[in-house]
């Protein structure tokens, strides 16, 4: 077994972690994903979904399964002694992750919540109330998540995507003196708020720490109340968070604590106390979080609670048994890696590793293997510019495009697991793939969706392949994805393709996109289809020819070429590894 040069930066190496926490990493499964047994006969799964959720290990599951068997957690908006348990370890949890992120109690408060889109949605329902008329300016950075683009809905004054970090340098700067910015009607709010993550979770690109500061130092002060959200879900999974520094630290704070620990699945907004009022405002309030409400047409009114900010914001009852948990996630996680230092630069160097080798691929005509998606400025060699995630595509030597579903069918068979799609970030997808908003909405009304097997349109891909590592990774992770990668990698670039033959009709039936019963094709873009006839009002189907749909084989040493879609996902299972006989895997 390969040892990691890092090991010296965890408590126990990371080998022997491997093998005691993360029993499920050596299982079985059937069809229906659930888990057998552990083998230890069988190659470890190669996790590299880190960004997604690390893996848990099983130490924190034992330890919260032996607590929760000896103590009765009652609802805390009680004075029962269940109750006061529960709010004990409420407190205590909250206690505890504002001193893991740096965050002093005397200038930050921690209010729970379901996960960071969540958290987001909180900032939103404050500033929508704060605001003069319930309207506010907002701000957001391309590489913005999903969840923080959705915001921009709410910002009846007006927004702005900032495409690169020089135009938020350039803003932060000259403030509204910027002619996009006045043109955009962005200075006709009192409020505004400008959010950014702190790391991509498309590509692992890590983004300024600083503009919190220089916003609150900038030129808005004089005219606007301008606020900071930073959404760090992505960047705490392998980073340290550091908010000491509470003059220049964000405004809000939005994370999932499942990102970290694996378990368990809750998030928290970390609020500045000084920017804590705009929060009280929102118009909505909760179970848990008023003092006195009367109800009546004419005399209805409310008093929210003012004694601290998260009693007036923790809406109904906590997740009080997963806030519990967080106590052991976060003892068993500093017993296993001993900080989040040690993790980044674990991680850090295993990534760096991987990334330098998946660069130097080459086909043998020096066609180049992996087209990695980078961002500007990004360095794997420095963890401030660069996280341990990378986004890429596979081209073969003709430099047509590796389809992403049978790239991941392929990892799946092969004992990795990781993440293929629009990954939730659609400017950095636009960006990185070269979509222009005109392409964008083309390829939907093709047929693309969110999941769906649309994989490369007008000989662009629609997504990419992201693999991420963190605390539980190896370097027997990096080699077997290596091991893995090469599969594709053509030596000889002058293969010839065999065609099986089709046992059935020569035309098939075959589902594409309508845009009146919006049904789509799951398999084949239009495009590659040859329509014989107009839709059957019956089936609502066409007509199509099987021999235009001809889909080769991505693995390089293999020759065959099917006319469905089908049949090559069934072919894939000839390119397993060797297991043992009674190994099943998931069904397609």
Same mark, same amino acid.
Not at 86 to 101: D, G, W
Not at 358 to 369: D, F, R
Not at 425 to 438: D, E, K, M, W
Not at 470 to 495: P, Q
């Given at each position: 077994?390969?040892?990691?040069?890092?090991?010296?930066?965890?408590? %126990?190496?990371?080998?022997?972690?491997?093998?005691?926490e993360?029993?499920?990493?050596?299982?079985?499964?059937?069809?229906?994903?659930?888990?057998?047994?552990?083998?230890?006969?069988?190659?470890?799964?190669?996790?590299?979904?880190?960004?997604?959720?690390?893996?848990?290990?099983?130490?924190?599951?034992?330890?919260?399964?032996?607590? =929760?068997?000896?103590?009765l957690?009652?609802?805390?908006?009680?004075?029962?002694p269940?109750?006061?348990?529960?709010?004990?370890?409420?407190?205590?949890?909250?206690?505890?992750?504002?001193?893991?992120?740096?965050?002093?109690?005397?200038?930050?408060?921690?209010?729970?919540?379901?996960?960071?889109?969540?958290?987001?949605?909180?900032?939103?329902?404050?500033?929508?109330?704060?605001?003069?008329?319930?309207?506010?300016?907002?701000?957001?950075?391309?590489?913005?998540?999903?969840?923080?683009?959705?915001?921009?809905?709410?910002?009846?004054?007006?927004?702005r995507?900032?495409?690169?970090?020089?135009?938020?340098?350039?803003?932060?700067?000259?403030?509204?003196?910027?002619?996009?910015?006045?043109?955009?009607?962005?200075?006709?709010?009192?409020?505004?708020?400008?959010?950014?993550?702190?790391?991509?979770?498309?590509?692992?690109?890590?983004?300024?720490l600083?503009?919190?500061?220089?916003?609150?130092?900038?030129?808005?002060?004089?005219?606007?109340?301008?606020y900071?959200?930073?959404?760090?879900?992505?960047?705490?999974?392998?980073?340290?968070?550091?908010?000491?520094?509470?003059?220049?630290?964000?405004?809000?704070?939005?994370?999932?604590?499942y990102?970290?620990?694996?378990?368990?699945?809750?998030?928290?907004?970390? %609020?500045?106390?000084?920017?804590?009022?705009?929060?009280?405002?929102?118009?909505y309030?909760?179970?848990?979080?008023?003092?006195?409400?009367?109800?009546?047409?004419?005399?209805?009114?409310?008093?929210?609670?003012?004694?601290?900010?998260?009693?007036?914001?923790?809406?109904?009852?906590?997740?009080?048994?997963?806030?519990?948990?967080?106590?052991?996630?976060?003892?068993?996680?500093?017993?296993?890696?001993?900080?989040?230092?040690?993790?980044?630069?674990?991680?850090?160097?295993?990534?760096?590793?991987?990334?330098?080798?998946?660069?130097?691929?080459?086909?043998?005509?020096?066609?180049?293997?992996?087209?990695?998606?980078?961002?500007?400025?990004?360095?794997?060699?420095?963890?401030?510019?660069?996280?341990?995630?990378?986004?890429?595509?596979?081209?073969?030597?003709?430099?047509?495009?590796?389809?992403?579903?049978?790239?991941?069918?392929?990892?799946?068979?092969?004992?990795?697991?990781?993440?293929?799609?629009?990954v939730c970030?659609?400017?950095?997808?636009?960006?990185?793939?070269?979509?222009?908003?005109?392409?964008?909405?083309?390829?939907?009304?093709?047929?693309?969706?969110?999941?769906?097997e649309?994989? %490369?349109?007008?000989?662009?891909?629609t997504?990419?392949?992201?693999?991420?590592?963190?605390?539980?990774?190896?370097?027997?992770?990096?080699?077997?994805?290596?091991?893995?990668?090469? =599969?594709?990698?053509?030596?000889?670039?002058?293969?010839?393709?065999?065609?099986?033959?089709?046992?059935?009709?020569?035309?098939?039936?075959?589902?594409?996109?309508?845009?009146?019963?919006?049904?789509?094709?799951?398999?084949?873009?239009?495009?590659?289809?040859?329509?014989?006839?107009?839709?059957?009002?019956?089936?609502?189907?066409?007509?199509?020819q099987?021999?235009?749909?001809? %889909?080769?084989?991505?693995?390089?040493?293999?020759?065959?070429a099917?006319?469905?879609?089908?049949?090559?996902?069934?072919?894939?299972?000839?390119?397993?590894?060797p297991?043992?006989?009674?190994?099943?895997?998931?069904?397609?």
């Amino acid at each position: 077994m390969s040892r990691d040069p890092e090991d010296s930066l965890y408590p %126990v190496p990371i080998d022997s972690t491997r093998r005691k926490e993360y029993p499920l990493l050596k299982s079985q499964y059937l069809p229906s994903y659930g888990r057998i047994k552990a083998d230890e006969d069988y190659p470890e799964t190669t996790y590299l979904d880190h960004a997604g959720c690390p893996p848990y290990p099983q130490s924190l599951m034992e330890a919260y399964h032996h607590f =929760m068997r000896h103590n009765l957690l009652g609802n805390p908006h009680s004075q029962s002694p269940s109750s006061l348990l529960s709010t004990q370890c409420i407190e205590n949890a909250r206690h505890r992750m504002l001193r893991f992120f740096r965050a002093d109690p005397e200038h930050f408060d921690l209010v729970f919540v379901a996960n960071a889109t969540a958290a987001i949605k909180l900032v939103a329902e404050g500033l929508s109330g704060r605001a003069s008329g319930n309207d506010f300016w907002y701000g957001y950075h391309a590489d913005a998540h999903t969840s923080l683009v959705g915001l921009r809905k709410l910002a009846s004054a007006g927004s702005r995507c900032f495409t690169t970090d020089i135009e938020v340098e350039e803003w932060l700067d000259h403030g509204a003196d910027i002619p996009s910015h006045e043109q955009s009607g962005g200075c006709s709010s009192s409020v505004g708020v400008f959010a950014y993550p702190a790391q991509s979770n498309l590509n692992g690109r890590r983004l300024p720490l600083h503009w919190p500061g220089r916003l609150r130092r900038s030129a808005f002060k004089t005219n606007k109340e301008m606020y900071s959200l930073l959404d760090a879900a992505a960047y705490v999974s392998t980073a340290q968070l550091d908010l000491s520094d509470h003059a220049n630290a964000p405004d809000f704070v939005a994370l999932s604590f499942y990102k970290i620990f694996g378990f368990p699945d809750i998030g928290a907004l970390i %609020v500045r106390k000084e920017a804590g009022h705009i929060l009280l405002k929102r118009p909505y309030f909760g179970g848990g979080t008023v003092d006195m409400v009367i109800n009546g047409t004419a005399s209805e009114w409310h008093a929210t609670k003012q004694s601290a900010l998260h009693e007036a914001l923790e809406d109904g009852t906590p997740a009080f048994h997963s806030i519990a948990a967080l106590d052991h996630a976060l003892d068993v996680h500093t017993k296993l890696y001993g900080s989040m230092s040690n993790v980044s630069q674990h991680a850090g160097h295993l990534t760096s590793s991987l990334y330098s080798r998946m660069s130097a691929l080459t086909h043998g005509n020096g066609v180049a293997v992996c087209e990695i998606y980078k961002g500007d400025g990004a360095d794997y060699k420095i963890p401030s510019t660069q996280g341990p995630t990378i986004a890429f595509n596979i081209r073969n030597s003709r430099k047509d495009w590796i389809r992403k579903s049978d790239f991941e069918r392929l990892a799946i068979i092969n004992g990795i697991q990781l993440r293929t799609g629009g990954v939730c970030n659609p400017g950095g997808i636009a960006s990185y793939l070269g979509l222009s908003p005109v392409e964008m909405r083309r390829n939907f009304a093709e047929g693309l969706r969110c999941g769906n097997e649309f994989d %490369v349109m007008n000989n662009k891909p629609t997504g990419v392949i992201r693999v991420s590592l963190g605390a539980s990774s190896n370097l027997n992770d990096v080699s077997h994805f290596m091991k893995f990668i090469d =599969m594709f990698v053509e030596k000889e670039c002058s293969r010839k393709r065999k065609v099986l033959p089709v046992s059935r009709p020569r035309y098939a039936r075959m589902l594409l996109w309508k845009k009146e019963s919006r049904t789509g094709c799951q398999h084949t873009p239009t495009a590659d289809l040859q329509k014989l006839e107009g839709p059957n009002e019956n089936t609502k189907a066409y007509l199509v020819q099987v021999s235009t749909l001809n %889909v080769h084989c991505p693995v390089a040493q293999c020759s065959m070429a099917f006319p469905l879609q089908e049949q090559l996902w069934k072919h894939f299972e000839s390119h397993k590894p060797p297991s043992p006989s009674r190994w099943k895997f998931p069904c397609f």
